[in-house]
C-alpha cells in the first residue's frame, strides 16, 4: 500500500536553531498535511498543502508541496522549546481517500 | 471543551476479554475517523463514518473489531477476545463537511494495554 518515509527520525537541537525534515512518497498525492503529537495527546493540524508546488507559512512554520506531487517538507525557524514533540506528515492520495500517516520525526529542543 | 472527546483515556485488560472504546466528535462534524497507534509509528487507519454510514474499514480491523455510529453523532469501538497485540493507543477524528479532507481533528486517545 501507499507509505510515506519521513526523515530523520528524530532530532536534536539548540534553541534558536532552524530546523528541516521532509517525507516522500513513491506515490503521487493529492493532499499533504503536518500533525505536531505531544506526549499522551492526539495529533494537531499544523498546515495543510492542497496543490503542487504550494509554500503556506503558520507562524514560525513553513511547509511546502514539493512539484512531483511525491514529498512535501515543514521548516520551523528558530526553534523554541514548546517546539518539542513527534511531527507527523501525512498525505491522501485519491480524492476522498483515507489519511495515511508518516512514522514521524522526534524533536528534543535543548534550551 | 468542545473539541473530540474519548472514554477511556486508559484501559488494561487481560486477554481474551472484550473492550470497547467511546468518541464523542465535535458536534456539526458528520465525518468520524478510528486510527490506531503503536509505540513509535504514525497513526494507522482503521475504519471512516459519513454520519451513520461506515464507508470504509482497513485491512487491519479484523473480525474481532466492530465500530459503530448508531445515530450519527457518537461512536462506539469494540474489540473482542483481546490480544496483546491489540495493544496499542485508539484515536478519534472528526471533521466537518466544510473542511477540506485531511483536516481531521483528534481526541487524546484510549491506551489499550492488554496482559
Known amino acids: 500500500g501507499q507509505q510515506l518515509n519521513q526523515s530523520p527520525q528524530s532530532m536534536f537541537i539548540q534553541e534558536g536553531e532552524d530546523v528541516s525534515m521532509n517525507c516522500t512518497s513513491s506515490?503521487?498525492?493529492?493532499?499533504w498535511l503536518w500533525y505536531k503529537q505531544d506526549p499522551g495527546e492526539g495529533p494537531v493540524l499544523l498546515i495543510a498543502?492542497?496543490?503542487?508546488?504550494e509554500l503556506t507559512s503558520n507562524g514560525r512554520l513553513t511547509a511546502q508541496f514539493g512539484i512531483t506531487r511525491k514529498d512535501s517538507f515543514l521548516n520551523i525557524s528558530a526553534s523554541i522549546p514548546s517546539d518539542v514533540g513527534i511531527y507527523f506528515c501525512?498525505?491522501?492520495?485519491?480524492?476522498?481517500?483515507?489519511?495515511?500517516f508518516g512514522q514521524g520525526t522526534e524533536l528534543s529542543v535543548k534550551p | 471543551d468542545t473539541g473530540v472527546s474519548q472514554d477511556p483515556r486508559h484501559k488494561i485488560t487481560k486477554r481474551g476479554q472484550n473492550v470497547t472504546f467511546r468518541c464523542d466528535p465535535i458536534s456539526e462534524h458528520n465525518r468520524l475517523y478510528w486510527y490506531r497507534q503503536t509505540l513509535g509509528q504514525g497513526p494507522e487507519f482503521l475504519t471512516y463514518f459519513q454520519n451513520e454510514a461506515q464507508l470504509e474499514k482497513s485491512r487491519l480491523l479484523s473480525d474481532r473489531f466492530s465500530a459503530e455510529r448508531p445515530k450519527g453523532s457518537f461512536s462506539t469501538l469494540e474489540i473482542q477476545r483481546t490480544e496483546q497485540g491489540d495493544s496499542a493507543m485508539y484515536l478519534c477524528?472528526?471533521?466537518?463537511?466544510?473542511?477540506?479532507?485531511?483536516?481531521?481533528?483528534f481526541g487524546e486517545g484510549s491506551r489499550l494495554t492488554v496482559l
Open positions: 501525512a498525505g491522501i492520495y485519491n480524492q476522498g481517500g483515507k489519511l495515511i
Open positions: 498543502l492542497y496543490k503542487a508546488g
Open positions: 477524528a472528526s471533521s466537518s463537511p466544510g473542511q477540506n479532507t485531511g483536516e481531521l481533528f
Open positions: 506515490s503521487i498525492f493529492n493532499t
